[in-house]
């Protein structure tokens, strides 16, 4: 293998409403493709760039995320917590 694969998540918890990025990174592959995963499913299946979007994050995405890179393999699962609106 290529070595580890991380996913970049917000290390404390977002507020609903906010867009969180999740990043899949991989030390010798640039511009790869990853499968996203929320609580074991598929959440978001070849997100390009290695990345993906939520765009109003709600207290339905709290969960384990983990990113899979075909062939150098996925990550540690994270934690997202979200709290409630921003005042």
Same mark, same amino acid.
């Given at each position: 293998?290529g070595?580890?694969?991380?996913? /970049?998540?917000?290390? #404390?918890p977002v507020?609903?409403?906010?867009?969180?990025?999740?990043?899949?990174? /991989?030390?010798?592959?640039q511009? #790869?493709t990853?499968?996203?995963?929320?609580?074991g499913?598929?959440?978001?299946s070849?997100?390009?760039?290695?990345?993906t979007?939520?765009?109003?994050?709600?207290?339905?995405d709290e969960?384990?995320?983990?990113?899979l890179?075909?062939?150098?393999?996925e990550?540690?699962?994270s934690? #997202?917590?979200?709290?409630?609106e921003?005042?």
């Open positions: 293998t070595g580890a694969v991380i996913l /970049q998540s917000p290390a #404390l507020a609903e409403g906010d867009a969180v990025t999740l990043r899949c990174r /991989q030390k010798t592959l511009n #790869l990853a499968d996203f995963y929320k609580d499913r598929v959440f978001i070849g997100g390009s760039d290695g990345e979007t939520i765009k109003h994050v709600s207290k339905s969960g384990f995320y983990k990113c890179v075909s062939g150098a393999g990550s540690a699962e934690w #997202l917590s979200v709290t409630g921003r005042l």
